[in-house]
């Protein structure tokens, strides 16, 4: 991760590493993605995983542009409003997705409904106010002369917020879900247990990245885009 002192140019870097490992990802599991989505009937289920795993090429690439290819500061607070719109639909969607699954594992019960929907209305609120009052406190450094990208000079404090309130989410979504499994033990199968066992590994995995976004973002007071994690 980069700490905010660090060049453009050297944040266009690791944008691009980024880019290539989705890239690679990409092609990996692109012969999966084609038998089990494209060729199947289209549902909502279907349109949340399309844009999931396509919304992180947009920002990222966004993202490269604001290290490349920005020379005034006005055209770096409309790209950087783009980009964080994108960057927190994104955080977003991603959310919604685990609590649909979560939902689902629990087969609709109410109270998991209500606690997954006080949940994502908690999360709403502190991407709305990182949209609609955080972007008012970001100030950047104008761009020297034969040089390229945007140093935000001034950020928001929302930001920790905003990877405390998912870290909140995603140990709820952990919690109810170890409750669930162990619930369920004497009597699933074998694909039901790889199911609750793939699920808390990439629980878990986020869990390890939003940690460590809301220290970098406690310690340096960084903004989104200048923590290289994502949640």
């Keep these: 991760m980069y700490r905010g002192d660090d060049s453009p140019s050297g944040k266009g870097y690791v944008f691009a ?22 060729t199947r009937p289209w549902s909502f289920g279907t349109c949340l995983f399309l844009l999931n795993r396509y919304l992180p090429f947009v920002d990222t690439v966004m993202a490269l542009r604001l290290t490349r290819a920005v020379t005034t500061p006005e055209i770096c607070r409309v790209q950087h409003i783009i980009f964080i719109s994108i960057l927190t639909g994104g955080i977003l969607l991603s959310e919604v997705i685990l609590m649909l699954r979560t939902y689902a594992i629990w087969n609709g019960n109410r109270l998991v409904l209500g606690i997954l929907c006080g949940l994502g209305f908690a999360l709403c609120a502190v991407l709305v106010a990182l949209l609609r009052v955080g972007e008012g406190t970001f100030q950047f450094e104008p761009v020297l002369e034969y040089r390229y990208g945007c140093n935000i000079q001034v950020g928001s404090g929302l930001t920790t917020l905003l990877y405390v309130m998912i870290l909140f989410s995603e140990t709820a979504i952990v919690i109810l879900t170890m409750i669930k499994a162990i619930q369920d033990r004497p ?25 460590a976004n809301v220290v970098v973002s406690s310690l340096g007071k960084l903004p989104a885009e200048k923590n290289m994690l994502s949640g």
């Design 187 to 211: 009597h699933r199968s074998s694909w039901v247990s790889r199911l609750y066992k793939d699920g808390l590994l990439f629980y878990l995995y986020m869990l390890a990245i939003t940690i």
């Design 17 to 38: 590493a980024t880019l290539t490992v989705l890239t690679y990802d990409y092609l990996c599991t692109l012969e999966r993605e084609v038998a089990h989505i494209w």
